[in-house]
């Protein structure tokens, strides 16, 4: 972190009352915290983002690292990836950098690529033009206005993605006040909150994921706005919040991140046929299952494990398809048939409000047709689910459903012996299993006989 006393005795930081907006002063000046009095170091930046800022700065640019590198860097967490600020046009850095890409309509950006890591690059931004770049709701359709550092720290969402760390010094320049929020472990959206709300809704998703990410809290009318203005994601293209969702849930905090989303009453945008169900009964089996996943989520990300989106939206989905489930086979629709048709249904009413990629919704309906045929544990069936490429996933959601009273706990027993049995004692548990009640034939009817010829001319 910063020597923060340092700096609050070489310059007077002002911190903002709780209930008040950050308005852009007419003078803003930053606070410039040097070299000497910060602990961000050239060694913890990636070699590349080093690349692209000494680049800029060599070509007479100006070369900023910015946003959430280096906030996480002063809280000493690692960033996952570097952003690059500059006063060089999109076109003027492409020209520069040979492996490089324009992307972006809203506004224009710059990739630099290096293998897998990439490094996004910036121009500063000015305010939008009222009357050509905002629609009628307040968002942002166009942003393609480029202006200077000051207008361009002014345009950040939060106060804490607002410090820039200058190539040129070492030094940080803070506009907002960033680094006071920072110390007071503060989330402070700049600028009016509804409007900025307005202008890209989205950021209420942010605000979430920065709470359960970085453990600080939302500032009070930051923190006010949300539930009321959550309805605004309905407006946000339902691709853009699978993007989110993935951040939301795979932070490593997704317990927490999850609470949040249901205590200031975003989940039910998101995710609403499964909001329901979990308003119903709040602490039944589907959050049950749910709260489960998310924790297993969390673990498996700490310990370094992969986690594949697939199996979090099936918990994520399972009480709307187990209810329609169940509906389905009491009209008198068989078993599979039924869940198949529930997962359908769900399915379809959700990727309208996030679009769940099908290579994702294919391995989750596999995950859920498995916990049918894993109760089919007699003769060789057992023996040929242990071969089937999502019995793990499947295995897995099984015991969550164990765990929330769900099934039985003895079947997830016994396919947790299963797996690790010796092949003859796999068949001994095969014989052990009650026998299949095989169907009745039923006897065809033959059609009588043709009367012949002679009869029927007689």
């Keep these: 972190m910063f020597a923060l006393d340092k700096i609050f005795r070489r310059r007077r930081v002002t911190t903002l009352n709780e209930e008040s907006d950050i308005q852009q002063p007419q003078d803003a000046k930053p606070l410039i915290v040097p070299r000497n009095e910060h602990s961000l170091s050239r060694s913890h930046l990636s070699p590349q983002a080093l690349k692209v800022l000494y680049g800029l700065k060599d070509a007479g640019y100006e070369a900023y690292l910015v946003g959430g590198c280096v906030r996480d860097l002063l809280l000493g967490h690692e960033p996952k990836d570097f952003d690059v600020a500059t006063n060089a046009s999109p076109e003027q850095v492409h020209q520069l950098f040979r492996k490089s890409r324009l992307i972006g309509r809203r506004f224009k950006l710059v990739h630099v690529g290096f293998g897998r890591e990439v490094i996004e690059v910036a121009t500063f931004r000015a305010p939008p033009e009222a009357e050509q770049h905002i629609d009628e709701q307040g968002r942002i359709v166009q942003d393609n206005v480029f202006g200077t550092l000051a207008q361009d720290a002014w345009r950040r969402d939060f106060t804490i993605n607002a410090l820039y760390y200058n190539i040129r010094d070492f030094s940080i320049v803070d506009y907002t006040g960033g680094i006071a929020d920072l110390q007071a472990g503060k989330i402070h959206l700049i600028g009016d909150v509804e409007t900025r709300y307005r202008e890209d809704p989205v950021r209420m998703l942010r605000a979430i994921r920065f709470v359960g990410k970085l453990g600080l809290r939302l500032e009070q009318e930051t923190a006010r706005c949300v539930p009321l203005l959550a309805s605004l994601l309905n407006d946000i293209p339902a691709a853009r919040l699978f993007d989110e969702c993935l951040k939301l849930y795979l932070s490593g905090k997704a317990v927490l991140t999850h609470q949040l989303l249901m205590e200031y009453g975003i989940f039910e945008y998101l995710f609403p046929e499964t909001a329901r169900v979990l308003k119903a009964e709040p602490a039944g089996q589907a959050a049950t299952l749910l709260n489960s996943a998310l924790q297993n989520t969390d673990t498996r990300i700490a310990e370094g494990k992969p986690v594949t989106p697939a199996f979090l939206f099936a918990a994520i989905l399972w009480g709307p398809v187990a209810q329609q489930w169940k509906l389905h086979q009491t009209h008198k629709i068989p078993a599979i048939p039924a869940l198949q048709r529930a997962a359908t ?74 797996q690790v049995a010796p092949e003859a004692e796999q068949q001994k548990m095969v014989n052990a299993l009650a026998p299949v009640a095989k169907p009745r034939k039923r006897r065809r009817r033959r059609k009588p006989a043709a009367k012949k010829a002679t009869e029927n001319k007689a």
Excluded: N
């Design 345 to 418: 249904e769900v399915i379809s009413e959700q990727i309208q409000r996030v679009a769940i990629p099908k290579r994702f919704t294919i391995v989750t309906r596999d995950i859920w047709t498995l916990q049918i045929r894993l109760t089919m544990r007699q003769g060789k069936r057992g023996l040929r689910l242990l071969s089937h490429p999502k019995f793990r996933a499947g295995y897995d959601f099984l015991l969550l459903r164990a765990e929330s009273g769900e099934v039985e706990t003895e079947l997830a027993t016994w396919w947790t012996d299963f």
